[in-house]
């Protein structure tokens, strides 16, 4: 199915029998996509944490009131 694809765009651009070339495949798309590292994504587990030790019983209002004035951004 992708040769077929290919073909199509070969006879509609002429591309003249450089199929399968590196030229033929856009510069940068393979090094565009970058692996990302476990550790870099955040979890819920990450908020928890840092709600348990920052979020007393003392701040938790103020705490809501600044949640609800980023949302309301």
Do not use: F
């Not at 870099?40 to 705490?63: H, L, M, Q, S």
């Amino acid at each position: 199915m992708k040769h077929l694809l290919w073909m199509g765009l070969c006879v509609l651009l002429g591309c003249e029998g450089r199929a399968g070339s590196q030229e033929s495949t856009p510069a940068g798309a393979a090094s565009q996509a970058s692996p990302v590292a476990d550790t870099a994504i955040a979890v819920p587990a990450d908020y928890e944490d840092k709600a348990t030790r920052e979020i007393t019983t003392d701040n938790y209002k103020k705490e809501l009131d600044d949640l609800e004035q980023q949302v309301g951004k």
